[in-house]
């Protein structure tokens, strides 16, 4: 069990470009979950998928972020028009089942950086 | 919405000095409590969970414990070692059917030799 893997870990982009990040959650895991990790603000839920389908996407920024899970076995973060206040770690995590207490599995997370 | 609050930003200890850590949380369903450590580098891992059921949680010669009336969980540790250094995470199962987990802002430990 290689755990969720991350690509890239790290990753530095120009103010205006796209970035894209990657998630293979653990295999099995029908819950898939992204977080936003920085000094100022902590860890921040982004959104959650279950099933492949997109339950809850209520710490999404609105505007140029958009997650997708097209099969179980790997999720995309993309940010559109990166900004300098998008540098931060980008946490991806699975569960079994998404449920209470369920423990939830971390990657080692895409640093972003935005120059 | 579900809030838990972490106060302790840092916390400067020697090897097998007594560790406690506080948070308290806001949630109107009944709480699960998570405590998660992270270390440099890695996503953070679960180290343990506190349930209204089981009331308290062991593991690594970690406990935690919560208390209902004053809607606060404790994390300790008789003896820290210099190896338990890392962040530790508060945090509450949130969302219907607790799948959303909202962490605390973090306590660095420091442990020195």
């Known amino acids: 069990n290689a755990g969720v893997i991350q690509t890239p870990r790290h990753k530095v982009t120009g103010k205006g470009q796209e970035a894209t990040l990657w998630c293979e959650p653990i295999?099995?895991?029908?819950?898939v979950f992204w977080y936003r990790q920085t000094i100022v603000q902590g860890l921040e839920f982004l959104t959650y998928f279950r099933n492949q389908a997109p339950i809850d996407d209520s710490g999404m920024p609105k505007e140029r972020f958009s997650a997708q899970m097209p099969n179980q076995s790997h999720s995309t973060l993309k940010i559109q028009s990166t900004q300098p206040q998008d540098s931060a770690v980008y946490l991806c995590?699975?569960?079994?089942?998404?449920?209470?207490?369920?423990?939830?599995?971390f990657g080692k997370g895409t640093r972003l950086t935005v120059v | 919405g579900d809030s838990v609050t972490q106060k302790q930003g840092q916390v400067t200890l020697s090897e097998d000095d007594f560790l406690f850590i506080n948070c308290t949380y806001s949630t109107t369903t009944y709480p699960t409590l998570l405590w998660y450590v992270q270390y440099p580098g890695q996503g953070p891992q679960l180290l343990l969970k506190v349930t209204t059921a089981n009331n308290k949680g062991i593991s690594r010669g970690f406990e935690a414990t919560y208390d209902k009336g004053t809607t606060s969980f404790h994390l300790q540790k008789a003896s820290v070692q210099e190896s338990d250094s890392a962040v530790y995470f508060c945090a509450l199962g949130s969302g219907t059917g607790g799948y959303k987990v909202v962490f605390g802002s973090g306590t660095r430990l420091l442990v020195s030799p």
């Open positions: 295999s099995g895991h029908s819950a």
């Open positions: 995590a699975s569960s079994l089942e998404g449920g209470r207490g369920t423990e939830v599995f």
